[in-house]
C-alpha cells in the first residue's frame, strides 16, 4: 500500500501563496492516481486537484487559474502550488492515493491511502 506524508501549508494573507507537497512511498506508486482534497470543518472532504500516472492535471472548478498540481517521479513527490488565495481557500488540505481501472478523478471515493492533512488559513 502506497503512503503519503503532507508538508507545508500555514497562515497567509489573502492574494498571496502556499506550496503544499506530499511524499508517496510504497510499492506500485508509479501507478497511482494522487491528489490533493479539502475539508472545511462543517463541510464534506472535496477534490482541489489530481495527477494522473502520466502527469495529466485534473482541477476543481475552484483551483482552476490559481492552483497549479506537479509529479516528481525522481523525488515521489506531488505538488502544489496556489497562488492568489482566498478566505475560502482556508481548509485542511489532505493528500490521497489511489489506484483507479479508470481515469484519475475528484471524487474521493476509491483512493485508499490518505496523509494526516495539513492545515491553509487564509485570512482577509
Known amino acids: 500500500q502506497v503512503h503519503v506524508v503532507e508538508s507545508g501549508g500555514g497562515s497567509v494573507e489573502s492574494g498571496g501563496s502556499s506550496r503544499l507537497s506530499c511524499e508517496a512511498s510504497?510499492?506500485?506508486?508509479?501507478?497511482?492516481?494522487l491528489g490533493w482534497f479539502r475539508q472545511d470543518p462543517d463541510q464534506e472532504r472535496v477534490g482541489v486537484a489530481v495527477?494522473?500516472?502520466?502527469?495529466?492535471?485534473i482541477y476543481a472548478d475552484s483551483a482552476k487559474g490559481r492552483f497549479t498540481i506537479s509529479r516528481d517521479y525522481v523525488k515521489n513527490t506531488i505538488v502544489l502550488e496556489m497562488t492568489g488565495l482566498k478566505p475560502e481557500d482556508t481548509a485542511k488540505y489532505y493528500c490521497?492515493?489511489?489506484?483507479?481501472?479508470?481515469?484519475?478523478?475528484?471524487?474521493?471515493?476509491?483512493?485508499?491511502?490518505w496523509g494526516q492533512g495539513t492545515q491553509v488559513t487564509v485570512s482577509s
Open positions: 490521497a492515493a489511489g489506484r483507479f481501472q479508470r481515469p484519475c478523478g475528484l471524487e474521493q471515493n476509491g483512493y485508499a491511502s
Open positions: 510504497g510499492p506500485g506508486y508509479l501507478t497511482y492516481c
Open positions: 495527477i494522473g500516472r502520466q502527469g495529466t492535471p
